[in-house]
Nanobody, 115 residues
Framework: QVQLVESGGGLVQAGGSLRLSCAASGIFNINAMGWNRQAPGKQRELVAG???????NYADSVKGRFTIARDNAKNTVYLQMDSLKPEDTAVYYC??????????WGKGTLVTVSS
């Protein structure tokens, strides 16, 4: 059974930090993994991605504040979020790409940043 399970979301004050985790199971030969987010009334957007080789990319809005990391042996991806801002409030979704245009998604974890 394919599963992506996110954890680590919650409520934090502006300037604070959170660490999200996403564990993948039942998925093999994962190429890239990443985090996307969707704020109320907005489209889902890419936050950060990481390949199996460790290459990373970030949205401009989070560069220098967020760090993505991956444990290939555990099929787990992490997102360290520092200096959080109220505009980072969103549901954060983990995804795993296995090639051929196939992406798996988690159910999301809510991050709320209070001002």
């Amino acid at each position: 059974q394919v599963q992506l399970v996110e954890s680590g979301g919650g409520l934090v004050q502006a300037g604070g930090s959170l660490r999200l985790s996403c564990a993948a199971s039942g998925i093999f030969n994962i190429n890239a993994m990443g985090w996307n987010r969707q704020a109320p009334g907005k489209q889902r957007e890419l936050v950060a991605g990481i390949t199996s080789g460790g290459s990373t990319n970030y949205a401009d809005s989070v560069k220098g504040r967020f760090t993505i990391a991956r444990d290939n042996a555990k099929n787990t991806v992490y997102l360290q979020m520092d200096s959080l801002k109220p505009e980072d409030t969103a549901v954060y979704y983990c995804n795993a790409n296995v090639g051929l245009g196939i992406n798996y998604w988690g159910k999301g974890t809510l991050v709320t940043v209070s001002s």
